[in-house]
């Protein structure tokens, strides 16, 4: 995803990208059990314009994935969609003398080196950073029965409702 600048014209360009679903995996690797994959492509939709040597970039991306539900463990699909403006500016060649207070606007903007911007790690980043941490099937989603492992969604367990893990019987005890 390299533009060089000279062929962003000043009233834009709009750009479409389709990632493999592998696309994102060198970044991925040091996640030891990933609990969902890409089930689909990656849709990256880009409109550049550009202002002197100033950028704006907004992009839009959209897949669609597979992942365990952090609740039941069962597998469900969900569409991601993330939408995202930033301006790029050419890299200043000096770090400035003294502190600097950063504005909201400084913390939306990034920088380029050369003739050329390369939107790949920016993109990247967007797609996941619109990963949600902790993914579940449905909001009210009743998990698995801690004592016995049953779905909750799909069956009732005849386990005692008062069941408490063992590791907090001790704080049972305390009088606050």
């Not at 880009?46 to 202002?51: A, H, P, R, T, Y």
């Not at 069962?74 to 995202?84: D, G, H, I, K, P």
Request: hydrophobic share 35%; aromatic share 8%; charged share 30%.
């Amino acid at each position: 995803m390299k533009f060089r600048l000279e062929d962003i014209p000043k009233e834009g360009v709009e750009a479409t990208f389709s990632q493999d679903e592998g696309w994102l995996d060198e970044r991925l690797r040091v996640e030891e059990k990933r609990t969902f994959r890409f089930a689909s492509p990656i849709a990256v939709h880009l409109n550049l314009s550009k202002l002197g040597r100033v950028v704006q970039v907004k992009s839009r991306v959209e897949t669609k994935l597979q992942w365990l539900c952090a609740r039941c463990l069962e597998t469900f699909s969900m569409v991601l969609a993330s939408e995202y403006g930033t301006t790029l500016k050419p890299r200043p060649d000096f770090p400035p003398a003294e502190e600097v207070e950063l504005t909201r606007g400084d913390l939306e903007t990034d920088f380029y080196n050369g003739e050329e911007i390369d939107l790949t790690s920016l993109v990247q980043d967007q797609v996941l950073l619109a990963l949600p941490q902790k993914a579940v099937c449905r909001e009210e989603c009743r998990g698995l029965c801690p004592r016995c492992g049953k779905n909750l969604n799909r069956e009732v367990c005849s386990c005692p409702s008062g069941f408490m893990d063992p590791r907090f019987e001790a704080l049972k005890n305390i009088k606050v």
